[in-house]
């Protein structure tokens, strides 16, 4: 849709192994047309961008392989990078100009509803395979600008690293919540007192339970070593709490709320 709305001369084939979400994304005009086929969506395409979960990525390289135009482009739109870079490396023919994409939208947008204005203000990440050619990396660029994002680059170890403290652990600390509240004794009564709060802490964003998993297990040592970060701060906090220690816990609120404010503002900034 964003793509549609910034350009339209060039055509946009979709295919999902989903028939409802294929033809949703056509009524929706996302799509000129949409292929049932893998291989005749991709066939003669000059770019390509695969929109799935981190596990399904290594069999759609492998079964597109031998079908890619010379000197394609190909992206995804993982939030893990490592694996895919590295399957991107085993699978795809050496012509092939992969550029790895992490599009990360702006606040106030969840991605559970599309639109052509979703990524706008956002940052999109890119991470060029060692082999990509100039004008292939200029082309996401111009993807990433299209859409209205801020191209990003960096390496994809750097990526996973950073993705973890601010995606993935955000994630699952909502899900601990979860399991935690919904699991208690007194959960019929805790829900009727449950208010936007306790709503924006479980947000998980995409209600794709598979992507999570994935970015959860490809990300696995960066992921469980914040996990870990964040026990330590919880034992700092729950120490204040147990021992009342109104200064500390104070001092540390305040922080807290300044440093969060100073981030907002640096975001709008554009910092």
Known sequence: LALRKAQDDYEIIGHDRDSAKARAASKA?????????????????????????ASAIRDTMQAIAQDLEKGVVISDTANVKGPVMQWAKELLPPDANFIGGDPILPGGQTGLEPSAGMFEGGIYCLIPSVTAEPGAVEFMTSVAEMVGAQPFFLDAAEHDGLIAAVEQLSSAVAL?????????????????????????????????????????????DNVARWIDALI????????WVADGSEVELGEALREAIDARARWLGERERKQ
Do not use: C
């Open 29 to 53: 005009g996302a799509v000129h047309k949409t292929e049932w086929n893998l291989i005749s969506t991709v066939d003669d395409a000059d770019a390509i961008i695969l929109a799935l979960p």
């Open 176 to 220: 601990a919540l979860l399991r935690t509240t919904q699991a208690s004794s007194s959960w019929k009564e805790m829900r009727k007192v449950a208010g936007a709060a306790y709503e924006r802490a479980i947000s998980l964003g995409t209600e794709d339970a598979t992507a999570h998993r994935d970015a959860f297990l490809t990300n696995a």
């Open 232 to 239: 330590e701060s919880l034992q700092e906090v729950r120490a």
